[in-house]
């Protein structure tokens, strides 16, 4: 620069190009001091940034002491010009110190002047909760919102904001020469061009924090002379750096701001947080390609096909070296034509998409999210300040070697070895307090067996949720176990409670369990309705059965589930009678939970719980006043538990299917008789006679009626697996192998091609010690020969 003073360096946040020129241009200078935009409070832990073990992206995070829900992030990637600017000074000795509007001011801000971003320049800072985009300039010209970078490059006759940067500034390469303060001096004349044009925004925000930036610039002027110091900023803000401000109204603006007491450390980013789509107000749409820009040492576009080469092979995608030549060749090509100095990711995406995809979007789509975005999870030294439970949970995480991790990942846990318990109490636990690194997968892992899945995935965000979870103890099981004992004395719903019970057996919280138990008693005897005790008792049966898996002493809990299951038993039928549709899709939910939870039940071995519930369901099957839609499902469970002949089934069947009863009562039976349950097809699959009273009483609906039963029949067939529907048509298309002698339907042929019409017994015992290994000891009493296909399958499916 020309002119004597600071050296006031505008850039864009993680701007490779700008980093690169910040680094160029603190070489030449040689600052005495930098100051660099951002928090205050994080003066005390730039030292970090020097560490070995520090490696970006990573962020800068307050929050509140009091409230640490209330937080903000300000975050850096290697090519960040803010982090460049901290390793430079660190590296020659020389003070760093951070000039923006302390967090204990911002935090304490309300939501609508808190630290918000544009994309370009602005506070750093992302704020918990919500985020600002482009820059507000509403008090100065009628409401527009205005983003810097559009404007230059809308007058540089660019219709891409992205496509202009990279051209102006990321393609001048890493080893531009010349005046390497020039670009600074264009930026800063364009942006006090924008300056004059849209005032400061209107925003009293950025007129805050531009005044405690100039008081921090007079101080390091005073103290370094004004040719020593160097000022990394964005962009905005240089014109109110460099223009004439007195101290005294930069003192009235900061005076009375309110405040309150934070902390702060450093904590592991990702390229994916530092996306736009994620929210990020000064996001960048490609992390991942402008890390890659700023990383590579020459070549950047083969380098980068290359890295899209591998990626595709790792997929079993058939790409080779010539495809690699062939796009690098192709990318420069559109370059010329389209009138740019180098092959930007516009180019390169296009020509991937021609040689590498064959055209197709779908494996794009994975270059994009893999290597555009990125799944970049930096790391923090252990020395960086954290709460009490962040400690313990880092603790945890390298004794259980459970590393993590920003991409998704699926993880496979064996109860039975003391390595993977110990992974799923710590994934319990933490799901109780509200840090959700892991959501267990849907299978093998919610039945109560000895097997669980999870998908984990850590977001930065977690560490906040750390933080606020810290209030309630200093150790991941000293704060699940508070947690736990809060929300069951808080609890008004017994499903609530009766929720909390399994999270506290699933993470072996023994301590909280009392309380629980304790609440859970109490609300059970207060709660008569019968629908609020069927949603409770599935959680507590599950219970039980994780309590057996886990060695937990779980007495009281089954005398609780069985005191349920005994009221339930006898309130149900009655609170079956006179439900609308609504109410009986409903009541048929908790009726599927309830006899799933009552074959879980310990009570059950004495034969007298489960008799008394086949009892209500033959009560609910039979009765005129009970909606169809629970009355054939009471009916199916009937059969698949072998407490119905299938001769009282087919007679269940034609009454419900009679000529006298409406057609959309027979269909919401045949829905609860076969729809929304493992197996339903393959009965009628199975069994000639059901598919026959079907088939007949389908052809003899009145046409005028059809209309209002087909939405019911088509919710009910849809569902069924598209083998399942090809055999039942192919079934139907063949018709009843003799006709019909009485009023009931003939059977159709007993089986499509591949089925037997008798069973197999020694085929059948075949598969019993597989079927003991995957069920567990309780699966020692099946006998395959006394079931009939569609029952052996139903069985399976409900055991699993």
Do not use: N
């Amino acid at each position: 620069m020309t002119a004597r003073g600071p050296l006031l360096l505008g850039v864009r946040h993680h701007g490779p190009g700008s980093a690169r020129a910040v680094l160029r241009a603190l070489d030449a200078a040689a600052p005495g001091v930098v100051l660099v935009e951002g928090p205050p409070e994080g003066d005390a832990l730039v030292a970090l940034a020097a560490d070995e073990a520090m490696r970006p992206p990573v962020a800068l995070l307050a929050h509140a002491v009091d409230d640490p829900g209330r937080a903000a992030f300000w975050p850096m990637a290697e090519f960040s010009p803010e982090w460049v600017a901290l390793r430079w000074a660190l590296a020659h000795g020389v003070p760093v110190r951070f000039i923006d509007l302390p967090a204990a001011h911002s935090l304490a801000l309300p939501s609508e002047e808190g630290d918000g971003e544009a994309k370009e320049g602005g506070e750093e800072g992302e704020r918990e909760g919500g985020r600002e985009g482009e820059r507000d300039t509403s008090g100065d010209t009628g409401g527009l919102r205005i983003d810097p970078l559009a404007v230059l490059a809308e007058a540089a006759g660019y219709d891409d904001p992205e496509r202009w940067w990279e051209d102006v500034v990321e393609h001048q390469g890493a080893g531009r020469t010349g005046d390497p303060f020039a670009p600074f001096d264009a930026v800063a004349e364009a942006m006090g061009a924008l300056r004059e044009e849209y005032g400061s925004g209107g925003d009293r925000r950025d007129l805050v924090r531009e005044a405690h930036m100039r008081v921090h610039l007079r101080a390091a002027r005073k103290e370094f002379g004004d040719d020593r110091v160097a000022v990394v900023c964005g962009a905005w803000h240089v014109p109110a750096l460099a223009g004439t401000y007195t101290a005294t109204a930069d003192r009235a603006l900061l005076r009375g701001l309110p405040k309150v007491k934070a902390e702060m450390t450093w904590v592991p980013w990702t390229h994916r947080r530092l996306a736009r789509h994620s929210g990020y107000g000064a996001g960048i749409d490609s992390p991942g390609w402008y890390g890659h820009l700023f990383a590579a040492p020459d070549r950047p576009v083969e380098r980068w096909l290359t890295k899209v080469a591998g990626l595709l092979r790792d997929e079993d995608r058939m790409v080779s070296s010539a495809h690699v030549i062939e796009a690098v060749r192709l990318a420069e090509t559109l370059a010329v034509m389209r009138g740019r100095p180098l092959a930007g990711l516009t180019e390169t995406t296009d020509a991937i998409r021609a040689v590498m995809c064959d055209g197709s979007d779908v494996p794009l789509a994975l270059v994009q999210d893999r290597l555009v975005v990125g799944d970049v999870l930096g790391e923090v030294p252990d020395a960086a300040p954290a709460v009490p439970l962040q400690r313990d949970l880092a603790k945890a995480q390298r004794a259980l070697r459970l590393k993590p991790e920003a991409h998704e990942r699926e993880l496979d846990l064996d109860l039975r070895k003391e390595t993977d318990a110990a992974k799923s109490r710590l994934l319990h636990r933490l799901r109780l307090l509200g840090v959700g690194w892991g959501v267990p997968g849907v299978g093998r892992g919610s039945t109560g067996t000895f097997r669980e899945s999870w998908r984990l995935c850590w977001e930065p965000e977690l560490y906040v949720k750390v933080a606020e979870a810290g209030v309630w103890g200093t150790t991941v099981r000293s704060a699940a176990t508070a947690k736990a004992e809060s929300r069951a004395v808080s609890a008004t719903a017994l499903a609530e409670i009766t929720a909390l019970a399994e999270e506290c057996l699933l993470a072996e919280l023994p301590d909280a369990l009392p309380v629980v138990m304790r609440a859970l008693a109490d609300r059970a005897a207060l709660d008569a309705d019968v629908g609020h005790l069927a949603q409770a008792l599935p959680a507590l049966a599950r219970s039980l059965r994780y309590g057996d898996v886990r060695s937990t002493d779980t007495a009281a809990l089954g005398e609780v589930a069985a005191g349920l299951a005994e009221r339930v038993c006898v309130g149900l039928p009655p609170a079956c009678a006179g439900l609308d549709a609504d109410g009986a899709a409903q009541m048929r939910t908790h009726l599927d939970g309830v006899h799933t939870a009552i074959g879980l039940l310990p009570a059950v071995r004495d034969g007298d719980l489960a008799a008394r519930w086949g009892a209500v369901l033959l009560k609910l099957a039979g009765r005129d006043t009970i909606p169809g839609v629970i009355r054939g499902r009471a009916a199916r469970l009937l059969l698949d538990d072998g407490r119905l002949p299938e001769d009282e089934a087919a007679r269940f069947m034609g009454l419900a299917l009679s000529p006298g009863t409406p057609p959309a009562d027979a269909a919401a039976w045949i829905e609860g008789f076969v729809g929304g349950a493992p197996g339903g097809g393959m009965l009628l699959v199975h069994d000639a006679r059901l598919l026959g009273l079907v088939d007949t009483w389908l052809t003899g609906v009145p046409a005028e009626a059809f209309t209002d039963v087909l939405p019911l029949l088509r919710r009910t067939f849809s569902a069924y697996e598209p083998g399942v529907r090809r055999t039942l048509g192919e079934l139907v298309r063949r018709g009843p192998a003799t006709a019909p002698a009485t009023g009931t339907a003939a059977p159709y042929e007993a089986a499509a091609p591949g089925f037997a019409t008798t069973l197999d017994a020694a085929r059948a015992d075949a598969v019993l010690p597989v079927l003991r290994l995957l069920l567990g000891p309780g699966a020692g009493h099946l006998r395959a020969q006394a079931l009939v296909p569609e029952q052996a399958h139903a069985t399976t499916e409900g055991k699993r």
